[in-house]
Structure formats: C-alpha cells, structure tokens
C-alpha cells in the first residue's frame, strides 16, 4: 500500500507516562514518528497530542486503534493534510555579520514574512511558521549565507470539521456514568 | 470502614477486602515488607500462597483467574521481584487474563538514583498491562486499587500492574474506599450497534454453508448458553480455539473440534469451504489462521467481538458486531430464521472418519511400541470421566491434552495460548485448585516444562494442592524437536534433553508418585493416581519421536497439512 504522512491527533487525561504508552505503539511496529507536539487542549485538564508519520492507510489505523486502547486516552484520530489546518515553527540562527553584509537576507525575510526576533551583536534570530517545505526552503537560502542554528517545532493541527469531535464523545461518556452492571 | 486512619499498607489490605479478594499469591522482600506486615495484621481476611518464585505466583493468579472468573492478586517485591513476574504479566495480557499485580517500590525520594533493587516498573510493563500506575502517597491508595480492579476485570480482562513506594505503604491516611464504576477515558462495554446486529442476522440467514469459530471470548463473557442456543437455532457447526476449547461441551454435536495448527481437518478444512464466518470472542491468531493470504478467502467475514482493535487486525471483515457476546449473540440470535444446514453439516462427518483412521487411533489407541502422549491423554480424560479442570503446559503435552482431553463443563482448560510460556502448567494448576475447590484439577506437562518451574512442587507441598500431575517424558523438548524432524533435516539441535528422577523429586516434596514404562501398567497407575485424594505425580515414558499431527506448518495454509502417516 501506497505511504502517505498522516497527522494523528490523541486525546489523553493527564496522566504521567502517557508518551510513553503512546510512542510505543509505533516503535513496537517500526514506525517513525516524523513530529510530535504535546499541549494542553481546548477543554480543561485534557492533553492533546499530535504526531506525524508516514506509513499506509491500513497500518495507521491499526495503531490508532491500539492508542485508542491505553485506558487513559480518551480519543485518537489520524487525518491526512486536507483534512488539517497545520502549521510548525523554525528558528533560524545567523551571524549578525551577514545580516548587516548582505541585503538579501533581509529581502528574503520580507518575502517569507518571516520576523526578526532579536539582533545583538554577535547573531539575529529568524522566526518563520509555514509547512515544511516552507520554513526548508528559507532554511536552504539562508544557507547560502551561512546559518549557526536551526530548528524547526513539530507539527500543530487542527481540524477543517466545524464540530469538536471530542466534545460529542465526552457528552456521551459522561452518560454512561451510572453504575455500571458489574459482573462480579 | 470508613474514615479510619491508617498506614497506606493498611489501606491497600482494606482496599482488596473491599473488592472481595480471598486469594493472594506472592513473595515478600524488602520494599514490600510494610505491605506484608499489614498482611500479617489481616491474615485472617486471605488465604495467602507463598509461591517458589514470582513467575510462579503469577501463573497461580492466572490459574486462579481462568477458572473461577475472579480477578487474580500478586503480591511482590521491587527489582527482581518486579522483574520476576514480566513472563506472568504478558502471558495474561495476551490471554485476556484479569491480574492485579501489586510489587514494591523504593522510597519516592529514592526514584530515579539506581537505589538498591530499584527498577523502572512502570516503563517495563506499560507494553504488556492494560494498565500500569505507581503509587507514591497513601492517600491514593484507595482510588487506585478501585481503578485496577475495575480495568482488569471489566471490558476485555488483562493484567493490570500497581507499583507502590515504600513511603506510600508508610505514609498514614484516612481510609475510606468508592469502588470505580467509571472512567471517562475507557469504554469496556461498546454500545451494540442494532445497524450490525441485522445485517450479521440477515447475512447468516443467507448463509449455505456457515461456520462459527468460538474464542476465549464467550467464557470470558459467560456466554455459553447464549452461544449455544445461536448456534442450534441457525444450525451452525463450530470449531473453537485452544483458549475456547470448553465453551461448548466436547459432545455438543455442532462442535466440530479444535481450529488450527494442530487442530482437527474438519474445522480447518470447512474454513476453507464456508460461505460465512462467523468469529465469536476470538482474535484470529496466527496459530489459527496460517497464511492470512489463503485464509477463508472465499468467505464473508463476520467478527462478534469487545475489542474495537480487534477488527479488522488480522482479518478483514464483513461485518463487525462490537460488543460483550453475552448481549451480541441473544441480539443477533433473535433475528435469526430456524435454518437446517444437515448436507453441510454432514460433510464434516468425512474429514472426522479420516483423521480417526489416520491420526486419532494410531495415536491413542497404538497396539505396539512405546506409550504415546495421546494415548496418556485419553486414558486419563476416559478414567476421570471427562469431568476434571485441565491445566497444561506449553509444546507437545499442551497439543496433545487439547485434542484428546474432553469436557463436560465451561471454564475446564487452562494453558497458555498467546505467550506459549513454558512452565506455565504447574504453578497456574495451582490457582486452579485453589480457585476451583470443588473440581478435579489434572495438569498434562513436558519433562521440559515442569523443569522450568519444578520449584512449585514446595507449594503444592506447603499448601497440599489436590493437583493430579503427569508428566509426559520423552527426554526431549518434544515440539521443536518435532519441528526439527519436519523441517530442520532432523538435526536436534539443544533439544535431547537428561532428566532427574522425577520421583525422586516428588518423594523429597512429600508428593506420591509412580513412573511408568509399561504400557500394560498405565490404567491401574491412572486409577491409582485418581484415587489419592492429594497430589500426586505420575511420571509416563512416552515414545522419543512422538509427534502432533495433523498440523498444518506455520505461516502455510491448511492445504499442506500434514497427517503423519
């Protein structure tokens, strides 16, 4: 089956040791993680993780059904790029000198619309968000020029559907808690 | 009790009387000594099993757990102690076997210094529990043993690993227990979709030539007599997985027998042939299907089944009936036309003549030459009136006791399917026992296996568990031997194997016993050995070169199986 990068999107309570549980499920089936972001969700105390790979259709939703599983994630989806607003974050690190030697670095700055973050006398620090091949390709001209550090944040996303799916899935959990027949 | 205050090994004690535990298996030391101190305090509220050895204590709760239905409870120490029950932890998460496994863990202060018998608990078993938490202050105590109990047992079971420091069991709070109904993040039970239940009913309506394939599932859900009146209403016949094997009674007469590997040729044949599939609590293992390109390719697929990363993981399905079968098969059932499927049914009638010719009578009913493995097998199911738990370990003896061993009533196998651990057999015969007084427990193992854990013999000593032990010698490591002769131009390679005098061992344990050689002596051994009311083991010299047929080779299609004769 054909590869393509799926953007898997993790719902979690905040649990310590739920990276883990999560970032296993590839390794154990020897999947990659391209990128991975972790932060706080629209809703309170709940964790949103969001992770890239590249793998097939088949096997993506197999692992999202095994993140699915771990007791303390509430909801795992995969999506592919149209389906998700994304965006990632690079920094770039160069000499001052360049900057002040070479006029194209500001041109090219002003053409990604990438910002200046700060200039002293020894480095400025670039910022630019876009996709990969975005913030890649700024990264490639500055190159010419010379770059001391750079580095680009894993993938953030959020989805074209107008409805947060996992407010529907919390309202109907939260009908489930009555007592449940418990077996034994 | 409520409100009382206490030390958090106190409350850990309070906790699992709250959840109704009798049984506690387990082994002491150092970071758990708290824990076992409180123990001591409520001696009267357990029964408690000092295992030989952690893996031991694990197999026992597993034993324990597959036979009464109840949650299995370890107690033991950090570090190698911890590390001790791994074999036990995974061999229930890929058995679906409820476990709550307590260990120690050094002070919280002291996490993270390579302290003295300190290990990453947590991360080693998150892979292999369906839920694994440490526990650093007393007053968590309680709201994590609800939570284990209740994801162990509810859902599909599995194992689930409490790590506890030092501080949290000396740590004094104020007890009081809520026992966990809920949690927000997990679904055992997924809701039984009424869209699949007909399209299920209406596909198997239409069926010709259905087949059911019975899991681990329907006992787990206790749902042997929904499965039965499914069955008999749409006339379906049935082949069941090892770890299904009891669910139906082996006279029942739509069950066919056992599916894969070593199964019998009509379910696996019938596979092949069926127009419908019906999966019931059952995960297609590989044991089951063999080459997944070649299996039932000619059939529509239908998965009853708890676990939504069931479907569609090995098999493509059809249709998927997600639920608990105790709900999923009555649903379905109800939708169902009274069909008679007797041609179909019949045509199993050839695959059974042939292999009772070629494979069973050579095998338990051998007119010369040495004593066979089967042979044992079906003298002692003949002898106890198919009427005894069976518990077994993992190779040839495991095979063999799963195709001639029979059954009158549920929950009556107890082996390790998934993990096919070794050593398993002896300790989990003795959470058997303990969990099934009533019944007869006849454990079948290799003169590998038992040597794996043969330390347990002291427990059984110590605790005088009923358990009938044979051990089925045929001074090899029977199954890879067997797979050398087939496929490794018979070159053993670490498989002969010198053993002790079995007897001699089981005289030093205060265990009777009895070796035999001679076929003529096997039915009054096997009398005898039924007849003791205490352990007792019974050591049989099987022929060297016995082998498991049929058995359709790993990774083949049921095509290339092999008879054997």
């Known amino acids: 089956m054909e590869k393509t990068l799926y953007t898997v999107t993790v ?3 905040n649990i310590v040791g739920l990276l883990n549980q999560i970032t296993i499920i590839f390794t154990r089936r020897h999947i990659n993680i391209e990128s991975l972001t972790v932060s706080q969700s629209s809703l309170p105390g709940i964790h949103k993780f969001t992770i890239t790979a590249e793998t097939d259709e088949d096997m993506i939703r197999k692992v999202v059904r095994q993140i699915e ?5 509430l909801k795992a989806y995969y999506l592919t790029d149209d389906e998700v607003i994304y965006q990632e974050v690079a920094l770039y690190k160069i000499p001052s000198d360049s900057l002040l030697d070479n006029p194209e670095i500001e041109n090219l700055v002003r053409k990604y619309n990438a910002r200046i973050l700060e200039v002293n006398r020894s480095y400025a620090v670039i910022e630019l968000t876009g996709h990969t091949e975005d913030t890649q390709e700024l990264f490639n ?7 001391l550090q750079f580095v680009r944040s894993g993938r953030i996303a959020i989805t074209k559907s107008t409805v947060e799916r996992l407010s529907d899935f919390l309202a109907e959990m939260e009908t489930r808690n009555i007592p449940s027949p418990c077996k034994k | 009790m409520k409100d009382k205050m206490m030390n958090g090994a106190e409350a850990l004690m309070c906790s699992l009387i709250e959840e109704n535990v009798n049984t506690i298996f387990g082994y002491p030391g150092g970071q758990i000594i708290i824990v076992f101190d409180a123990l001591y ?5 357990f029964q408690y099993i000092l295992t ?20 299995g409870v370890v107690i033991v120490t950090s570090g190698p102690g911890a590390t001790n029950i791994i074999t036990g932890v995974a061999d229930a998460m890929l058995d679906s076997t409820p476990l709550v496994v307590i260990t120690g863990q050094v002070g919280s202060t002291q996490l993270g210094s390579d302290a003295f018998q300190e290990t990453d608990v947590v991360g080693i078993t998150q892979p292999i529990t369906k839920w694994s938490y440490q526990v650093r202050k007393a007053s968590e105590m309680p709201w994590a043993v609800a939570r284990a109990f209740y994801i162990a047992r509810q859902g599909r079971p599995g194992p689930v690993v409490l790590d506890i420091t030092k501080d949290a069991q000396s740590e004094m709070m104020e007890f009081s227990y809520k026992k966990c109904h809920f949690i927000r993040s997990y679904q055992p039970y997924p809701t039984l979709q009424p869209e699949s239940v007909a399209s299920a009913a209406k596909l198997i309506n239409n069926a010709e030539r259905p087949f059911a394939l019975i899991g681990q599932g329907v006992l787990l859900g206790h749902a042997e007599e ?6 008999i209403k749409a006339d379906i ?15 029942f007469p739509l069950n066919k027998g056992l599916l894969g590997m070593h199964g019998n040729i009509g ?17 297609f293992d590989d044991r089951v299907t063999g080459d997944l390109n070649k299996y039932a390719k000619q059939a529509k697929v239908i998965h009853f089944d708890i676990d939504p990363s069931e479907i569609d993981k090995n098999v493509k399905t059809t249709i998927a009936v997600l639920a608990d079968v105790k709900q999923s098969l009555p649903a379905v059932t109800a939708l169902l036309e009274l069909n008679i499927h007797t041609e179909w049914i019949r045509s199993f009638d050839e695959c059974e003549k042939e292999e009772l010719q070629r494979v069973i009578l050579p095998e338990i009913k051998p007119e010369a030459g040495s004593i066979t493995m089967g042979e044992v097998v079906h003298k002692v199911s003949e002898a106890i009136g198919h009427d005894a738990v069976l518990v077994t370990d993992v190779g040839q003896n495991q095979w063999m006791a799963a195709r001639y061993f029979k059954f009158k009533h549920s929950r009556s196998v107890i082996t390790s399917g998934g993990l096919g651990t070794m050593g398993f057999g002896l300790p989990a015969s003795i959470g058997a026992a303990l969990g099934a007084p009533e019944r007869r427990i006849c454990l079948f193992c290799g003169d590998g296996g038992i040597q794996m854990t043969i330390q347990e013999l002291g427990t059984i000593m110590e605790y005088k568990i009923p358990v009938k032990i044979i051990v089925l010698n045929n001074n090899y490591l029977g199954m890879v031997r067997q797979w050398q002769e087939l496929f490794f131009r018979e070159r053993y390679s670490s498989t002969p194997m010198m053993n002790p005098d079995f007897s001699k061992i089981a005289d030093a344990y205060g265990i009777a016993s009895r070796k035999i050689v001679k076929r003529e002596d096997l039915d009054q051994a096997i009398e005898e050995m039924l007849k003791n009311n205490d352990s007792y083991l019974l050591e049989v010299e099987v022929e060297e070169n016995g082998m498991v047929y049929p058995m359709i080779p790993a990774g083949k299609s049921v095509e290339q199986i092999i008879l054997g004769d």
């Open chain 1, 69 to 73: 599983k771990r007791i303390d994630v």
């Open chain 2, 267 to 283: 379910p696996n044949i019938k596979t092949a042939e069926c127009d419908v599939l019906i999966a019931i609590g059952m995960r």
């Open chain 1, 11 to 13: 719902f979690t309570e």
């Open chain 2, 226 to 231: 929904e499965l039965k009146a499914f069955l």
């Open chain 2, 237 to 251: 016949p049935a082949g069941s997985t090892l770890l299904g094997l009891s669910a139906m009674p082996s006279d």
């Open chain 2, 41 to 45: 305090m409520y001696k009267d509220s």
């Open chain 2, 52 to 71: 030989r050895h952690e893996q031991g204590a694990t197999h026992a709760a597993e034993g324990y757990a597959r036979v009464s239905g109840e949650t």
């Open chain 1, 141 to 147: 001209e500055l190159s010419k020029f010379r770059v």
